[in-house]
T-cell receptor
């Protein structure tokens, strides 16, 4: 079955530091890949996505590149801010149920990021 | 700014009581998902609806959980009877058409069963 493995946290950084959160996946098909972010007390928000190999998703200074050869989708940001403190989830979406347009998301365990001023 | 809404945001109840959680998906979305989040298991998919019909509820304990969509603007998740192991945050998410892999999450219901 499908699975997502992301680096365990917590990750603690100083403001303006470089961020990398590693994510690798296992999938039988050709999944789309996502990063979601969860701020304290809130639901998950879609941060960025990539739907095919070599696509780069980007949003709010974060980016991740879909690497089929290494089955990876690492999240990066050049200069983190205190407001980026949150839990980050890597996820993949793949078709199920014999084709059609039914998708399911498989999530990683989440990585807690804390950014100190 | 369209959002998924969930009620209640917090619920504390005693073991054996019935719990009903409600979700209003984003207007125009035709796919609804229910997830449960715990520290131990992370995010688990409980149920998946398209156009109000259940597509998959294999992740849901059938003996005590039930999920329905009485109409396009309301999804419900019911637990009867509740048990302490049901304590978790329950999220509803919605999506649309062929892009329902892109899901929009509500703020969640934090359930505590004592």
């Amino acid at each position: 079955g499908n699975s997502v493995t992301q680096m365990e946290g917590p990750v603690t950084l100083s403001e303006e530091a470089f961020l990398t959160i590693n994510c690798t996946y296992t999938a039988t098909g050709y999944p789309s890949l996502f990063w979601y972010v969860q701020y304290p007390g809130e639901g998950l928000q879609l941060l960025l996505k990539a739907t095919k190999a070599d696509d780069k998703g980007s949003n709010k200074g974060f980016e991740a590149t879909y690497r089929k050869e290494t089955t990876s989708f690492h999240l990066e940001k050049g200069s983190v801010q205190v407001s980026d403190s949150a839990v980050y989830f890597c996820a993949l979406s793949d078709r199920w149920g014999g084709g059609g347009s039914n998708y399911k998301l498989t999530f990683g365990k989440g990585t807690l990021l804390t950014v100190n001023p | 700014d369209a959002r998924v809404t969930q009620t209640p945001r917090h619920k504390v109840t005693e073991m054996g009581q019935e719990v009903t959680m409600r979700c209003q998906p984003i207007l125009g979305h035709n796919t609804v998902f229910w997830y449960r989040q715990t520290m131990m298991q992370g995010l688990e998919l409980l149920a998946y609806f398209r156009n109000r019909a259940p597509l998959d509820d294999s992740g849901m304990p059938k003996d005590r959980f039930s999920a329905e969509m009485p109409d396009a603007t309301l999804a419900t998740l019911k637990i009867q009877p509740s048990e302490p192991r049901d304590s978790a945050v329950y999220f509803c998410a919605s999506g649309w058409g062929l892009a329902d892999y892109e899901q929009y999450f509500g703020p969640g219901t934090r359930l505590t069963v004592t």
